[in-house]
């Protein structure tokens, strides 16, 4: 039997990366203890810094007092990250090998009662866990970047895993505030990635032929569907789309019948070299000089702005904020 969510009071994070130092602020400011791991000493810096910076942009989205957030604690050890871990977040980068390595290694550190999930982003966790102890208890806990801004994580499960598991990880993503999908069939790239994905590719041909420019193409995005997209999905587009009839007149009436027009490419362009420059030399006309560190505020603020927006709704992202709103202060984290 594995831990259940309620006994989950410290987190060991297997790498401290962007995505693990995310994790990190997300942990400890929803009042969990933090031991995070990372084989270079020299990122203990990086990671306070980053958990730092997370903290000010969280607090626009929900203050959390300073008392009752969980302790941060940074170690070079994996056995002393996982000595006392009542749930493990593995956040090492998707080369299989490595991955495979890593989650024996903590299967065999880490109690035999707690769920192991990896922040994998592309591989089956069938092939991640193959060479696991308990194999039954590591799932893939997918987040999004920032992870301490968006609230989706996707759930994959291997053919090892435990229905115990998949709860304990739902549960417990559930518990700070963010918002868990299962995959229904393991498959690489889960759901987002290839819907990303998928939009990626398309545009890559766009740039290639000529009809749009970088610049071009995310105007199109930002200034239409774009903006729906933070409250309301494709497929619920669609369906009011086709007025009464819904979904069923869309695709039994004239737009289903356009579905095999050639208006997507779909399949992925080479990368030559005259692509990739126009790519590059187009995403640079649109930074107008601005750093990396600046977009990633800048980006930070406006996701921010809009899931605050949506909770004046109660709608979609800002349903989801105000329902933790309400959690946190009736266990009295926060006050009116």
Not at 6 to 20: D, P, R, Y
Not at 183 to 211: H, P, S, T
Not at 299 to 323: F, H, P, Q, T, W
Request: some cysteine; glycine content about 8%.
């Amino acid at each position: 039997m594995l831990r259940d969510v309620s006994s989950i009071k410290t987190v060991a994070l297997a790498g401290t990366g962007t995505i693990g130092a995310a994790w990190a602020a997300k942990l400890t400011n929803r009042g969990l203890n933090v031991i995070a791991f990372d084989k270079d000493p020299c990122s203990k810096d990086r990671l306070f810094k980053a958990v730092e910076t997370a903290e000010l942009k969280m607090n626009s989205l929900i203050a959390v007092a300073p008392e009752n957030k969980g302790m941060l604690v940074f170690t070079d050890s994996l056995e002393e990250a996982l000595e006392k871990a009542d749930y493990v977040q593995e956040n090492a980068p998707d080369v299989l090998s490595l991955k495979i390595d890593l989650i024996e290694r903590i299967s065999r550190l880490a109690p035999p009662d707690v769920v192991i999930a990896s922040s994998s982003s592309n591989l089956k966790p069938t092939d991640i866990q193959k060479n696991a102890l308990y194999p039954e208890r590591v799932l893939i806990g997918h987040p999004f970047n920032p992870v301490y801004i968006c609230p989706l994580v996707e759930i994959v499960c291997g053919e090892k895993t435990s229905a115990e598991a998949y709860d304990i990880a739902y549960a417990f993503y559930s518990s700070i505030g963010m918002k868990p999908l299962r995959v229904q069939k393991e498959v690489e790239g889960y759901i987002a990635n290839r819907l990303q994905e998928a939009m990626w590719r398309e545009i890559l041909y766009l740039v290639r032929d000529g009809v749009a420019t970088p610049k071009d193409i995310d105007s199109a995005i930002i200034y239409s569907f774009g903006i729906r997209l933070a409250f309301m999905g494709t497929c619920l587009t669609f369906h009011l789309s086709a007025g009464e009839g819904g979904m069923d007149s869309y695709l039994h009436g004239p737009f289903g019948a356009t579905i095999k027009d050639p208006l997507s490419y779909l399949i992925g362009p080479d990368l030559t070299e005259d692509l990739i420059e126009k790519m590059i030399s187009g995403v640079g006309e649109m930074t107008e000089g601005k750093a990396v560190a600046e977009l990633a505020e800048i980006r930070d603020d406006c996701m921010i702005a809009i899931i605050n927006a949506l909770s004046g709704v109660n709608y979609a992202a800002g349903k989801l904020l105000n329902e933790e709103k309400a959690v946190l202060t009736q266990k009295g984290l926060i006050k009116e």
